[in-house]
DNA sequence: ACAGGCTTCCTATAGACAGCATGTC
DNA sequence: CTATAGGAAGCCTGT
């Protein structure tokens, strides 16, 4: 089927022939054929690389091409880069036709506004309901809800999320077409019956899938063939790989520890160290030079960055979440120009952005889980570490050797996993922390409503299908919503109060919200000590935590214990012990949070606290989303630590002491720059107006004009407004003057 | 006396979503 | 009470 013939308008078609789209993949046929251009809602299960992103774009065309029609697209995606990766694709298209394309994630930096203006909007799965917490009206004209990797529904976090916002909008939108991409799974026929939705299957993959076990230097095939793996190294993986780099193929190495990753990194350089011939397979020339400079040129991580060039530059790189963003980039892009021969990653690689390798290679089929130690990794997660191999025009075959370290084990691979059989998506729905979440978000937005009406939202979701509507469930959470102040519960009549509704929007768990309203209620004063407030943000259900190292846990246990009693939580009766552990390492987070607000220098906190650039960032992202959160519920219930938790917020997300705040707030301008800033003698924004550009970048090395000239844009914005403060305040103390001499007279 | 190898004990273990704004002397 | 691997410390052995 080409595109040409496809029931489009010309000028939509038009589009699609410029970016190279002229015949259909097998899947995108099909998918077409089952009704995808008239309006059908559909399910596409296929491997990765099979076009699914296609037959987005054509569901996205088919409501938005003609002209006139007024018909809303929601595109939703699981991580912000796929968001933002399809986005690039649609606005380059849709733009062209005169149509409006809108990205919006938790992302603030990212986010566009106008979403009500937008004809296309594209989300991650916890936006999209945050916007429907928020009650955006505009989602009641929705006429197609995309959905990508809609797997995701089975996941324990995410899926309840996923689940009841799909819920939600079919029951909003009658008609809506629903176009849900996923990675092959067993039970796809029940989640089209879920989404009414006509089921597209394939296996058809651009580049064929070779799998195979390693086993004793031999690779056994799938399909029954056999392979020799020559010895060049200590290690079979990197064994394996170079084997690949030896055919002319780069190799991607998955790993299940962030140690390892830079381990085998390191092992493989010292074998290209030691073995010309090794060193001679991988060396990328002088290709490297632009990526090794990018890390080399950088004032902070030095460490790190030092050992990731050095690597880079031998044709080796590592990847894990703890690289900050900016290394995480260099790496990707490395790879994909081929500098990089042999990239060791952590997962995060296999569900982020497309970065395909001839050969896959599965170091380890088991993972560490916390309190049941290593256990084996899912069917499924395989098959996605697997679907990177083969990239399309560039290898003849994409292959996924898993490396087994005994006979049995191999064999235990081979049938279990190669020739394995997938899982079935279930429904986790049903879960505590989920289903309080979705219960409040949705009495939250219907105002005065009976239980029953609010189990009738919950009737469109997966877990219906699959087992039945979770009626008691909901009872009884809206019993402990109510316990908790954030619902009003008579008979059963519901209706949430205005802190819940508040904690809806928010999107924190009601728990985070229950614990820092009781916690403030200890922390009665308008400067509560600095150290409770973070701890309070840190040990929440939604906090992101470091873990302290094993001979302070006792002594954090204790120091938390005391804590929770202060602030009027009882141990061992009310918290139990493992929230008591959450509450240590809660402890020794806000340690570190404690040393970022205090200004220490990046590379010491993380050299102090072990951990790396990626680590702080997260810790600092979700802390400063907590705080705010703070903030607000203590504005909502008329508490005096309102206004310092403003500013808190801001100097979490920057790591700067309070007399920064409105430096900070400059574009361009962060902790470091506004510390020098302060420190000769500009303590305000206000003292930065009179300056020109220059001034400033000459103050400020390192800052070019055009972010000089934003910041001195800003200052002088601000300027104004506090000028136009303290005349009011002026004008206002002027009045009461006037008024008390009145009063004199009169009295 | 000491280098090198083996054993034992100890320690640490993947990832990543969410708020917020919007004009003006 | 789950599991694995690497690193450090401790011990033994051969020269």
């Not at 029940?190 to 394939?202: F, K, Q």
């Not at 998955?254 to 397979?281: G, H, I, T």
């Not at 190669?418 to 219907?446: C, D, H, T, W």
């Not at 819940?500 to 922390?523: N, Q, S």
Request: glycine fraction near 8%; proline fraction near 5%; hydrophobic fraction near 45%.
């Amino acid at each position: 089927m080409r595109v040409e013939d496809l029931p489009l308008p010309t000028e939509a078609k038009r589009v699609l022939l410029e970016r190279g789209y002229s015949e259909l993949f097998p899947p995108q046929e099909e998918a077409v054929r089952a009704g995808l251009l008239n309006g059908e809602s559909i399910v596409v299960a296929s491997p990765t690389g099979s076009g699914k992103s296609l037959i987005a774009l054509l569901a996205g065309l088919r409501a938005l091409a003609e002209p006139g029609k007024r018909c809303r697209v929601v595109y939703a995606a699981p991580l912000r880069s796929l968001v933002y990766e399809r986005a690039e694709e649609w606005r380059s298209i849709l733009e062209s036709l005169g149509r409006r394309v809108a990205v919006s994630t938790g992302d603030y930096d990212r986010v566009e506004p106008w979403l009500g203006e937008a004809d296309a909007v594209m989300v991650t799965y916890e936006k999209l309901d945050s916007l429907l917490r928020h009650g955006a009206s505009w989602l009641a004209d929705v006429c197609v809800l995309i959905v990508d990797e809609i797997h995701y529904v089975g996941d324990l976090r995410r899926g309840p999320v996923l689940e009841t916002v799909i819920a939600r909008l079919m029951a909003m939108n009658d008609g809506m077409q629903v176009v849900a991409l996923s990675a092959t799974i067993s039970n796809a026929g029940e989640i089209a019956a879920w989404l009414g939705a006509r089921l597209v299957e394939s296996n058809w993959r651009p580049v064929e899938l070779r799998e195979g076990v390693f086993n004793n230097y031999v690779i056994e095939w799938g399909d029954g063939g056999e392979s020799r793996v020559e010895k060049r190294t200590r290690n079979h993986s990197l064994d394996v790989a170079l084997d690949a780099v030896a055919d002319g193929g780069q190799a991607l190495v998955f790993v299940n520890s962030r140690r390892k990753a830079v381990e085998l990194a390191e092992k493989l350089a010292a074998a290209a160290a030691n073995d010309s011939e090794v060193r001679r397979l991988l060396d990328p020339g002088g290709a490297a030079g632009p990526y090794v400079s990018i890390l080399r040129e950088r004032q902070e991580h030095r460490e790190l960055n030092e050992k990731l060039a050095r690597l880079l530059s031998l044709g080796i790189g590592f990847h894990h979440a703890g690289l900050a963003s900016y290394q995480r980039d260099v790496v990707e892009k490395a790879f994909r120009a081929r500098v990089l021969r042999v990239l060791v990653a952590t997962p995060t690689l296999a569900a982020g952005v497309n970065l395909p390798a001839r050969r896959v290679v599965v170091d380890t089929l088991y993972r560490f889980r916390p309190g049941r130690g290593s256990e084996p990794i899912k069917v499924s997660e395989y098959k996605q570490l697997a679907g990177r191999a083969g990239r399309p025009g560039l290898d003849p075959v994409g292959e996924a050797v898993i490396i087994a370290r005994t006979q049995e084990q191999a064999w235990e691979a081979l049938i279990g996993y190669v020739q394995g059989e997938l899982e079935p998506i279930v429904s986790k729905l049903v879960s505590e922390a989920a289903l309080r979440s979705q219960v409040l978000a949705v009495v939250s937005s219907l105002g005065v409503a009976t239980v029953a009406e609010v189990a009738r939202v919950f009737e469109r979701t997966l877990y219906t299908v699959q087992v039945g509507p979770p009626l008691e469930e909901i009872d009884r959470i809206s019993w402990t919503l109510s316990e908790y102040g954030f619902i009003d519960r008579v008979g059963d009549v519901v209706e949430a109060t205005e802190t819940g509704r508040r904690v809806a929007e928010l999107y924190i768990d009601p728990l985070t919200g229950h614990r820092m309203l009781r916690g403030l209620e200890a922390l009665h004063s308008e400067r509560p000590p600095l150290e409770r407030l973070l701890f309070l943000a840190l040990w929440s259900p939604d906090a992101t935590r470091i873990r302290p190292p094993r001979g302070l846990h006792l002594a954090l246990e204790m120091e938390a214990e005391q804590l929770l009693e202060d602030l009027g939580f009882t141990p061992y009766e009310e918290v139990g012990e493992a929230d008591i552990a959450v509450a240590a390492e809660a402890l020794y987070t806000a340690d570190m949070l404690l040393d970022w607000v205090m200004e220490k220098p990046e590379d010491v906190i993380l050299a102090k606290y072990g951990i790396d650039p990626g680590d702080l960032r997260g810790v600092v992202e979700t802390s400063a989303w907590l705080v705010y959160s703070m903030a607000q519920l203590a504005r909502v219930t008329g508490h005096p630590a309102a206004a310092y938790l403003d500013k808190l917020t801001v100097m979490v997300k920057h790591g700067v002491q309070e007399e920064l705040v409105e430096l900070v707030k400059l574009p361009g301008i962060g902790r470091v720059r506004a510390r020098r800033l302060y420190e000769a003698g500009y303590r305000s924004p206000s003292d930065l107006a009179g300056l020109n550009p220059e001034q400033l970048a000459q103050l400020l090395r390192g800052l070019g004009e055009e972010r000089a000239r934003q910041a001195l844009a800003e200052a002088q914005r601000s300027a104004r407004r506090e000028h136009r403060v303290s005349k009011e305040k002026l004008s206002a103390d002027g009045r009461r003057g006037q008024r008390s001499i009145l009063d004199y007279l009169s009295g």
